[in-house]
């Protein structure tokens, strides 16, 4: 198979940054994905359905000057959780129509969540306003105790924390974001209907030897961490299982070059130019391409309660170069996953 056609796919995890960063990154994403829910992890963080609107109309406004198929991206937003977050602001978020989900950050878990959640008795009476008002909560799920060994901290949270909170908000929706271990795998296809989640291209990709075998490679740095390949393979097995429980979901997460490539690099993998020849990459591996469309453009939308694209897109194999570097705005760049490095499809 050489070509092969899908619906337009959708994104359901994604940073694009503000300013122009923002203007800088949202084509390429735009130009492939129908729809993507944007995080709220900006500074300030989006807390308000306010800022989310504001925030939405300036990405409005960089897909359409991109033009193309970009023209047409349907941007959905996300609240930023915090203890000060207030019942009201929900119903105000799901009377918007624009916001789909709320996030959990336990504050310290990755970039820009100083501002999440320490205690999170503290926000049970805004998940039990979701609850009711069917928001989605997305869930950055990952312990922050400094204990706790930095690669087992997704399984710690699954148990320790998601796990309770599944069983305490029964009707609640649930989406535990780019899920890295076996254990999180198994806890979401074991959950009721209620819990899915989203599957990043790197994680699908590579395990923890990418970053930190024959010399570190800040730009393999995320969170949650690359783990062991028993893991990944947990991760492609629930990909192209075809369960409706998992769906794509980048979390490319563009930062400077510097900010990377330097003695206390950031979190997040810029992988928005490469992120859907990567997952055509791992399907094929599997000798599932078959069942790339429902994952990357029916299922998620599906769990939301939104429209899948009705446009369609090929993607064909041809070999074509990442770039070394891409443009972030202000004079910076950001390197790409994969920067230089050859892919075999390519979206057309
Ligand atoms: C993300 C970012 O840079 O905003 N970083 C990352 O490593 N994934 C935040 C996140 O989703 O954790
Ligand atoms: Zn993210």
């Given at each position: 198979m050489?070509?092969?056609?899908l619906?337009?796919?959708?994104?359901?995890?994604?940073?694009?940054?503000?300013?122009?960063?923002?203007?800088?990154?949202?084509?390429a994403?735009?130009a492939?994905?129908a729809?993507?829910?944007?995080?709220?992890?900006?500074?300030?963080?989006?807390?308000?359905?306010?800022?989310?609107?504001?925030?939405?109309?300036?990405?409005?406004?960089a897909?359409?000057?991109?033009?193309?198929?970009?023209?047409s991206?349907?941007?959905?937003?996300?609240?930023?959780?915090?203890?000060?977050?207030?019942?009201?602001?929900?119903?105000r978020?799901v009377?918007?129509?624009?916001v789909l989900?709320?996030?959990?950050?336990?504050a310290?878990?990755?970039?820009?969540?100083?501002?999440g959640?320490?205690?999170?008795?503290?926000?049970?009476?805004?998940?039990?306003?979701?609850?009711?008002?069917?928001?989605?909560?997305?869930?950055?799920?990952?312990?922050?105790?400094?204990?706790?060994?930095?690669?087992?901290r997704?399984a710690?949270f699954v148990e320790?924390?998601?796990?309770?909170?599944?069983?305490?908000?029964?009707?609640?929706?649930?989406v535990?974001?780019h899920?890295t271990?076996?254990e999180?795998v198994?806890f979401?296809?074991?959950?009721?209907?209620?819990?899915?989640?989203?599957?990043?291209?790197?994680?699908?990709r590579?395990?923890r030897?990418?970053?930190?075998?024959?010399?570190?490679?800040?730009?393999?740095y995320?969170?949650?961490i690359?783990k062991?390949?028993?893991?990944r393979?947990a991760?492609?097995?629930?990909?192209?299982?075809?369960?409706?429980?998992?769906?794509?979901?980048?979390?490319?997460?563009?930062?400077?070059?510097?900010a990377?490539?330097?003695?206390?690099?950031?979190?997040?993998c810029?992988?928005?130019?490469?992120?859907?020849?990567?997952y055509?990459?791992v399907?094929?591996?599997?000798?599932?391409?078959?069942?790339l469309?429902?994952?990357?453009?029916r299922?998620?939308?599906?769990?939301?309660?939104?429209?899948?694209?009705?446009e369609?897109?090929?993607?064909?194999?041809r070999?074509?170069?990442?770039?070394?570097?891409?443009?972030?705005g202000?004079?910076?760049e950001?390197v790409p996953?994969?920067?230089?490095?050859?892919?075999?499809?390519?979206?057309?």
């Amino acid at each position: 198979m050489d070509r092969i056609e899908l619906l337009r796919p959708a994104d359901w995890h994604l940073h694009v940054r503000q300013g122009e960063a923002m203007r800088a990154v949202v084509p390429a994403s735009a130009a492939v994905f129908a729809q993507a829910l944007v995080m709220p992890n900006l500074k300030p963080p989006v807390t308000t359905t306010a800022a989310a609107l504001a925030y939405r109309e300036e990405i409005l406004a960089a897909a359409r000057a991109a033009g193309g198929r970009a023209a047409s991206f349907v941007p959905w937003m996300t609240l930023y959780l915090t203890e000060a977050t207030a019942p009201q602001e929900i119903d105000r978020a799901v009377d918007s129509g624009a916001v789909l989900a709320a996030k959990l950050y336990p504050a310290g878990a990755t970039t820009n969540s100083d501002a999440g959640v320490r205690r999170i008795e503290r926000i049970y009476p805004v998940l039990e306003r979701m609850q009711q008002r069917g928001l989605v909560l997305c869930v950055h799920g990952e312990v922050v105790d400094p204990e706790v060994d930095i690669f087992d901290r997704e399984a710690v949270f699954v148990e320790g924390v998601l796990a309770p909170l599944v069983a305490r908000f029964p009707g609640l929706k649930v989406v535990l974001e780019h899920v890295t271990t076996a254990e999180g795998v198994a806890f979401v296809r074991e959950a009721p209907e209620t819990v899915a989640a989203t599957l990043t291209a790197h994680h699908l990709r590579y395990e923890r030897n990418a970053m930190l075998a024959g010399g570190i490679r800040p730009h393999f740095y995320c969170l949650p961490i690359l783990k062991r390949e028993r893991h990944r393979r947990a991760l492609v097995e629930a990909a192209t299982s075809g369960s409706p429980k998992f769906f794509l979901g980048t979390d490319s997460a563009p930062h400077p070059r510097g900010a990377k490539e330097s003695a206390c690099g950031c979190a997040g993998c810029y992988t928005a130019p490469l992120a859907l020849p990567l997952y055509a990459e791992v399907f094929e591996a599997a000798g599932a391409l078959d069942r790339l469309e429902g994952f990357a453009s029916r299922f998620g939308a599906r769990f939301y309660g939104v429209a899948e694209s009705t446009e369609r897109i090929a993607l064909v194999r041809r070999p074509w170069t990442v770039p070394a570097a891409v443009p972030l705005g202000e004079g910076e760049e950001v390197v790409p996953l994969r920067a230089g490095e050859t892919m075999g499809w390519v979206v057309e």
